[in-house]
């Protein structure tokens, strides 16, 4: 991939990422895109202080076609034309193409492989990044639906909420997550404080500043071309947690025999942990 002088010859947006993170070594001095000092995660895992993440590569050949640069190419039937093809690209995934049954996997995925809580071996709390409001809406739907089939009668639509700026609570939504109590809390054992809800989607709202200490499942929905945004992002799940400190009950603290955060799940169902770690020259640029 090359750039001119004036604008990159791609309309890829992770390359405009590059660019833009190139542009920000320049203006702090650090033109050879070696910044002054770095402290990565795996410096935070190697020092005690952070949780790296398992990833979930949950890719599907749609989703990676959609983030590559041709974008999806898929064949429909023109009633006048006949057959004719046409290309899908990432910014309108969701709008034009999405259907159910794809979000349905994704949702599925999800719900079975993540990670449960040690106390009450309950779904762990989490996170799932949406494309868009009306994605997150989507998807906040069909997992309640999903978890009234695993859980029946359990969570009563109060498994997964949107969290975006469409709804009027939504700030005090992840205040109220943070502190578990969103929706209520002790839906599995009266003695044990966490969140009734147990899934947040949102689009941007948590991607930044948010602290959840207890997080044990980030699900990427949407691809990330921001690498800071995706950095951001697996941040959500990195903090260490101790999970007895909400269980109130001593009698059943000797039973729970993993009780501190040793790892959390981070969904990739768009090939983005790939991309940004193995892929992705955050240092170098053509001109």
Known sequence: MTFTKDKPTTRDPREQERRLLLDTYQTFGCDSGEPTFRY?????????????????DARTEITTKLISEQGYAVTITNGDNGQQEQSYVSKDFEKKFFSESTNTIFCETFIKNGLRDPVTQEFGKGIVF????KHAEKITQLLNTLADKVWPGKYQSDFAVQVTSSIPEAQQFTINFTNNNLLGSANFNPHYKTSKARVCVTVGMMTTGYDCPDILNLAMMRPIFSPSDFVQIKGRGTRKHH?????????????ITEPDKKQFKLFDFFAVCEYFEEKFNYDGANY
Not at 42 to 56: E, K
Request: glycine share 6%; no cysteine; proline share 6%.
């Open 243 to 255: 999970f007895l400190e909400q269980l109130f009950d001593e009698s059943i603290k000797p039973l």
């Open 40 to 56: 990565s995660l795996l410096d935070g895992v190697r020092d005690g202080f952070l949780i790296n993440p398992i990833v979930v």
């Open 130 to 133: 949406a494309v868009s409001q």
